[in-house]
């Protein structure tokens, strides 16, 4: 059965996720060689961004247009939603217009809330806690490069608990993999999603251990999105997490370096390393376009 929304990883089966994913490379393929898919005729998309986007509000508006269908994006601010309607309220009107709504905002509780009250699908366009689409894109693009079976590859994350590092514990899990994680102490991922992924994940504070033998290197920005005054102690915080070429070498040699991007050069990352041989984060950042079109083909049909 379809999942009715897509707030976390976990709305996907083992199976539903790895589907979703050859779905998507299939259709990267079909746009490659111009293949007309409608798939998504008449339908439309509501986005909602409480927060900035560059990848998530193209491949999501590029995407609908490219099976069929339209994507409204609406600006909290242009909308009652900047003056206080409930969200509730926002939830039953928006959904009994359109075909699915992707939101971006920050508490997790607020897209579990538009959840409950929406009558159509309600996709993560990222929230503090979790950002599912990302790891969609990071995953096909790990099978693109070193095929199906991604079950015991070790992944190494250096840097914050934050969003993308949640859901890449729950990938963890979900496929097998052995994700280890590297955070200056106080910048631990959340405990209680520590204590679900349990089974699939190691932490510390020691990156050159994360990192040593790894088949994928992932990091991103020190401060997300929220957390910009905190930049300059994050920075001081986050001294010795930089993924350099030093560090990188401690990894396997045919390893693989992931960022979600928006990246920060010379901070989270070195300027050789994210433009270097190993980086696929351009790759990825396209493959969000391709996955999401297979989440939009499995939410919305
Ligand atoms: N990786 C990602 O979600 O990018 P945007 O913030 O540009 O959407
Ligand atoms: N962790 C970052 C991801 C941006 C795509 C943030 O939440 O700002």
Same mark, same amino acid.
């Given at each position: 059965?379809?999942?009715?929304?897509?707030?976390?990883?976990?709305?996907? &089966?083992?199976?539903?996720?790895?589907?979703?994913?050859? $779905? #998507?490379? *299939?259709?990267?393929?079909? $746009?490659?060689?111009?293949?007309?898919?409608?798939?998504? =005729?008449? =339908?439309?998309?509501?986005?909602?961004?409480?927060?900035?986007?560059?990848?998530? $509000?193209? &491949?999501?508006? /590029?995407?609908?247009?490219?099976?069929?269908?339209?994507?409204?994006?609406?600006?909290? *601010?242009?909308?009652?939603?900047?003056?206080?309607?409930?969200?509730?309220?926002?939830?039953?009107?928006?959904?009994?217009?359109?075909?699915?709504?992707?939101?971006?905002?920050?508490?997790?509780?607020?897209? *579990?809330?538009? #959840?409950?009250?929406?009558?159509?699908?309600?996709?993560?366009?990222?929230?503090?806690?979790?950002?599912?689409?990302?790891?969609?894109?990071d995953l096909q693009t790990l099978i693109e490069l070193r095929g199906e079976n991604l079950s015991g590859c070790t992944v190494a994350?250096v840097?914050?608990?934050?969003?993308?590092?949640?859901?890449?514990?729950? #990938?963890? $899990?979900?496929?097998?993999l052995q994700?280890k994680? /590297?955070?200056?102490?106080?910048?631990?991922? #959340?405990?209680?999603?520590?204590?679900?992924?349990?089974?699939?994940?190691?932490?510390?504070?020691?990156?050159?251990?994360a990192v040593s033998d790894a088949d994928v290197v992932v990091t991103?920005?020190?401060?997300?999105?929220?957390? *910009?005054?905190?930049?300059?102690?994050?920075?001081?915080?986050?001294?010795?997490?930089?993924v350099n070429e030093e560090l990188m070498s401690l990894a396997k040699d045919e390893a693989v370096f992931l960022h979600?991007?928006?990246?920060?050069?010379?901070?989270?990352v070195?300027?050789a390393v994210i433009e270097g041989p190993q980086s696929a984060v351009f790759q990825a950042?396209?493959?969000?376009?391709?996955?999401? =079109?297979?989440?939009?083909?499995?939410?919305?049909?």
């Amino acid at each position: 059965m379809a999942p009715k929304h897509f707030l976390t990883l976990d709305d996907l &089966s083992r199976t539903q996720l790895l589907a979703l994913l050859a $779905r #998507a490379i *299939e259709l990267k393929a079909e $746009r490659r060689n111009g293949v007309l898919n409608e798939s998504l =005729k008449n =339908k439309t998309l509501a986005m909602i961004f409480d927060k900035s986007s560059t990848r998530t $509000r193209v &491949s999501f508006e /590029a995407g609908m247009r490219q099976l069929g269908g339209a994507a409204i994006n609406l600006n909290p *601010e242009d909308t009652q939603m900047g003056r206080g309607e409930p969200l509730q309220d926002t939830a039953r009107v928006i959904s009994s217009m359109v075909d699915g709504i992707m939101l971006r905002t920050g508490p997790h509780s607020i897209i *579990e809330t538009m #959840a409950e009250y929406s009558s159509v699908p309600v996709i993560n366009g990222l929230t503090d806690l979790f950002h599912p689409c990302q790891l969609l894109a990071d995953l096909q693009t790990l099978i693109e490069l070193r095929g199906e079976n991604l079950s015991g590859c070790t992944v190494a994350w250096v840097g914050d608990g934050n969003n993308v590092c949640h859901s890449w514990m729950n #990938a963890a $899990r979900i496929l097998g993999l052995q994700l280890k994680i /590297a955070t200056p102490e106080g910048f631990a991922p #959340a405990a209680d999603v520590v204590q679900r992924n349990q089974s699939a994940i190691s932490l510390s504070d020691d990156p050159q251990m994360a990192v040593s033998d790894a088949d994928v290197v992932v990091t991103d920005t020190w401060a997300s999105m929220g957390q *910009e005054d905190e930049k300059a102690a994050r920075q001081q915080a986050f001294a010795g997490y930089c993924v350099n070429e030093e560090l990188m070498s401690l990894a396997k040699d045919e390893a693989v370096f992931l960022h979600c991007l928006p990246a920060y050069r010379e901070m989270e990352v070195s300027d050789a390393v994210i433009e270097g041989p190993q980086s696929a984060v351009f790759q990825a950042a396209e493959n969000r376009l391709h996955a999401q =079109k297979a989440l939009l083909e499995i939410l919305l049909t």
